[in-house]
Every structure is written in structure tokens, then in C-alpha cells.
């Protein structure tokens, strides 16, 4: 799989959009851009994924650069409750393990 | 979404005794299952890729004898920690596989703690 960087922590006032950066570089092209989160004491939750193009569903929208080389992942209107650690994994859609980052350790702030 | 269950979600043994924790696919039926285990502050570690009806596949550095899997049915994994140690203690997360309309998606399981005294 290839690695990814996340910035170690961000913080986000409550009710403006999160904004979530992710490097992969080494991407291949057959991998997939997934977003994960974790909230304290739970398993990861599933948030998004996406090829190449921009993807949206209920809880963030995903843009994926051009080149693939980069990802951000939008919280539209951040809440208290998304306070996690946010994971950007890499990895071809048919393949099943997935290695984790560090991630980023998002705090909202009221 | 997918969801994926494990049982317990807290469990405490004592040092020496073996203690099993069940990860089950609720709506779905899973080929494949992995298990992960997180200390605190830490990031998951994969340990092994539970497939069904053949022997797990054990990442680097992790013990098969002391970490045992079973993947019995297609819904369910079963890991067991033999003969625990308190070094066992640790956040036990396991995933499987849903196939969705582009591919595939990973759904974990809410994890389980377990402490070993």
C-alpha cells in the first residue's frame, strides 16, 4: 500500500467546514483514496472514498487533485462530535488489509 | 453502511487463561476478515487476514500459536489470545470486506478491550 502523510493534529470552530489535507504521492494507479475516523475507545468509521474524481455523501465530500497525488477531506459544518483521529489510507479497491497512518487528531472547539 | 459486530467489548482475564473475542458480519457475508490491535496513543496494527475456510495469513512479528483465528463461517471470525499475558492487553479491532458497487468497502467492528491481569 502506499504511505500517506497527515498533518499530526488540527483544530476547527464548531460550525465552520473542516478542512483535512492527506499526501500520498506514491499512489498507483489502481489505488483508492479512503477516509476513516476514530473516535475515542471505538473502531474506525467508514467516511468516504474516491478514485480520481470529487466524491460527496452525507457526512463530508472528498477532492482528490488531478495529478492524485494529494486529497482533502471536507467536513462542511464540523461539530463537537467530530472530534477524532482522521486516517487516509491507499490501497486497490479488490485488496482487503489496510495499514494505517498515524492520522490526524481533529479537535472541534466550541 | 455495512455493519460489522464483535463480542465482548470489554473483557478482563486472568494472566495464563486463553480469552476469545467473536467478530461477526451482520448483513453481509465476509471471504475475509482482519484483525488489528491498537495500544493506547497508537495507530492500529495489523495483526492478521482471517479468510474463510483456510488458515489465517499472520502479518511479521506476530505469534499464529498465541493469536488464533478461526473463520469457521462466512460471518464469522473468532480470534483467541492464549495464554494471555498482561503485555496482551491492548484494544482488539477486527474488519471485513463489503462488496459494494465499485469495488469493495472495509467496515470494522467496534472493538474490543481487553485487559489481562
Known amino acids: 500500500d502506499a504511505k500517506t502523510t497527515q498533518p499530526t493534529s488540527m483544530d476547527c470552530a464548531e460550525g465552520r467546514a473542516a478542512n483535512l489535507p492527506c499526501n500520498h504521492s506514491?499512489?498507483?494507479?489502481?489505488?483508492?483514496v479512503y477516509w476513516y475516523r476514530q473516535i475515542h475507545s471505538q473502531g474506525p468509521q467508514y467516511i468516504i472514498h474516491?478514485?480520481?474524481n470529487n466524491e460527496t455523501n452525507e457526512m463530508a465530500s472528498l477532492i482528490i487533485t488531478e495529478d492524485r497525488k494529494s486529497s482533502t477531506l471536507i467536513l462542511p459544518h464540523a461539530t463537537l462530535r467530530d472530534t477524532a483521529v482522521y486516517y487516509c489510507?491507499?490501497?486497490?479497491?479488490?485488496?482487503?488489509?489496510?495499514?494505517f497512518g498515524d492520522g490526524t487528531t481533529l479537535t472541534v472547539k466550541p | 453502511g455495512a455493519v460489522v459486530s464483535q463480542h465482548p467489548s470489554r473483557v478482563i482475564c486472568k494472566s495464563g487463561t486463553s480469552v476469545k473475542i467473536e467478530c461477526r458480519s451482520l448483513?453481509?457475508?465476509?471471504?475475509?476478515m482482519f484483525w488489528y490491535r491498537q495500544f493506547p496513543k497508537q495507530s492500529l496494527m495489523l495483526m492478521a487476514t482471517?479468510?474463510?475456510?483456510?488458515?489465517?495469513?499472520?502479518e511479521q512479528g506476530v505469534e499464529k500459536d498465541k493469536f488464533l483465528i478461526n473463520h469457521a463461517s462466512l460471518t464469522l471470525s473468532t480470534l483467541t489470545v492464549t495464554s494471555a499475558h498482561p503485555e496482551d492487553s491492548s484494544f482488539y479491532i477486527c474488519?471485513?470486506?463489503?462488496?459494494?458497487?465499485?469495488?469493495?468497502?472495509?467496515?470494522f467492528g467496534e472493538g474490543s478491550w481487553l485487559t489481562v491481569v
Open positions: 474488519s471485513a470486506r463489503a462488496w459494494t458497487g465499485d469495488g469493495n468497502t472495509i467496515y
Open positions: 506514491t499512489i498507483s494507479g489502481n489505488e483508492y
Open positions: 474516491g478514485l480520481k
Open positions: 489510507i491507499v490501497r486497490p479497491t479488490n485488496a482487503g488489509k489496510s495499514t
Open positions: 448483513d453481509f457475508q465476509a471471504t475475509t
Open positions: 482471517s479468510n474463510e475456510g483456510s488458515k489465517a495469513t499472520y
